[in-house]
């Protein structure tokens, strides 16, 4: 036991945690947590009112639905994200582009504390991430989504589902996309296993919502493969509301 705790502290002086969000280096109570304690006062998760599709935050109380979903039919029941992606957005980068997968855990382990009621409400049954394509999982050593998922799965006891859909084709990067370009880029992306799904709700977990085109285009291929009702979490959400 006790050798146990030197070994973490020994590794705690080798490799210091980092606050996931702005990097600085954390004290040890801070680190149980994941954040510095002048993130963790700072940073405001997303509360209502809210878009009763997506989660975007709304102005006015009043309102139902965002601009988007005003607009745009979505195929999915309805979701949530954490965080305004302005708030978060240096952690996202870093989670994604610098091999810091450390960063996921606490942000997963936040998703789950925030989001556990909503996905009891639900029924839940399982937690599936949005895929990468195989080689770009390879160059980048592991993907965000599914980082996010274990860690909430781990925290709520929900099984995650890795392999219930896979992504056939590498698509361009869609943040240089408009609404329709990227519907087209995504058509045939995804790729659902046909056999044996037996689960009826299932929540799509994501580092990011933009559009909704991913969590459309992934719901629209596990519906067809029999899943019932199809829901979605994201650490994050654009704005343009
Ligand atoms: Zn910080
Ligand atoms: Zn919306």
Known sequence: MMLK?????????????RCALCDAV???SEGRSGFCSFCRGKLKPITEPRCMKCGAALKEEEEEYCRRCKKHRHEF?????????????????RMKYSGRKEYARPLGREMARRFAPQLRE???QALVPIPLFPAKQRRRGYN???????????????????????RSRNTRPMKLLGDKERQINLKNAFLCAQDGVKLQRVVLVDDIYTTGSTM??????????????????????????
């Open 5 to 17: 705790i030197l070994h973490n502290r020994f590794c705690d002086l080798l490799y210091p945690r």
């Open 26 to 28: 954390l004290s040890h």
């Open 77 to 93: 029941e309805r979701g949530l994200a954490l965080y305004e992606y302005a708030d978060v957005c240096e952690a996202i980068y």
């Open 122 to 124: 639900w029924g839940i």
């Open 144 to 166: 965000q989504a599914e980082a996010l998922a274990d860690a909430m799965g781990e925290a709520l006891g929900i099984p995650v589902e890795r392999r219930l859909v896979r």
């Open 216 to 241: 459309d285009a992934v719901t629209g291929c596990l519906k067809a493969a029999g899943v019932k009702e199809v829901y979605f979490v994201t650490l994050a959400i654009g704005s343009g509301v």
